[in-house]
């Protein structure tokens, strides 16, 4: 039973435009939350974070929205560049029940068009 | 800072061989975790040390799998014997704290048995 959901596997999106991929978690325990970037014959890097005390984070042209009642996280790239072009995981955890491994969903390839 | 160091980068075994991966940490970084990715799907956590202690190891997903990290610093995990679904590939992420924010992901070991 997958607890992090990513139901689009790709994405395209004109370069300047926003990317926004999303993410659903069914897990109420979960209460952090993190979007990871990944190149090819790479490992993941970490790109973002939610606490669940939070509804919105935002890191320059990184902004990560939490809806808890809906159990949906997104992420929105603007204004969206080639070098974006990767795959982006969300992750989860449940800190406040002391574990503190990470529950990954299965990507989303984001393909920028210049 | 040296990243974590994952070997080998590609391994091709026959079913029923033994195998042995290897991470080496960024210095000074007490947990270490293990996690793997099977084609196309999500990346799972296997198991997550503290030093040499197993910390949590509920994502083993039998008995033909053995990680080590003896004396806190690298760490190894045997597949013995090896099966065709344990095709994947293996990540290694150290942090200092707990925090996923704070993992780095080696490059990973793409394993493939046939």
Redesign the interface.
């Known amino acids: 039973d ?1 607890q ?1 959901k990513q139901n689009s596997p790709s994405l395209s999106v004109q370069e300047g435009r926003i990317s926004i991929l999303n993410c659903d978690y069914t897990n109420s325990m979960f209460d ?1 939350f ?1 979007w990871y970037k990944k190149y090819p ?6 790109l973002i ?1 939610i606490s669940s005390i939070k509804d919105k984070n935002e890191d320059g042209r990184f902004t990560v929205f939490l809806n808890k009642s809906a159990k949906h996280l997104s992420l929105h790239i603007v204004p969206s560049q080639p070098g974006d072009s990767a795959v982006y ?1 969300c ?1 989860a ?1 449940a ?1 406040a029940a002391g ?9 989303t390839r984001l393909k920028v068009l210049a | 800072e040296a990243g974590v160091t994952q070997f080998p980068s590609h391994s091709v075994i026959e079913k029923g061989q033994t195998v042995t991966l290897r991470c080496d940490p960024i210095s000074g970084h007490d947990n270490l975790y293990w996690y793997r990715r099977v084609m196309g799907k999500e990346i799972k956590f296997l198991l997550h040390f503290v030093k040499e202690s197993k910390q949590d190891e509920s994502g083993m997903p039998n008995n033909r799998f053995l990680a080590e990290r003896t004396g806190g610093t690298y760490s190894t995990l045997k597949v013995q014997p090896a099966e065709l679904e344990d095709s994947g590939v293996y990540f290694c992420a150290s942090s200092q704290d707990l925090s996923g924010e704070g993992y780095t992901f080696g490059s990973g070991t793409r394993l493939t048995v046939v």
């Open positions: 997958q992090v952090y993190l014959a790479e490992g993941p890097t970490f974070s995981f992750a955890s800190q574990t503190y491994k990470y529950i990954f969903g299965t990507g």
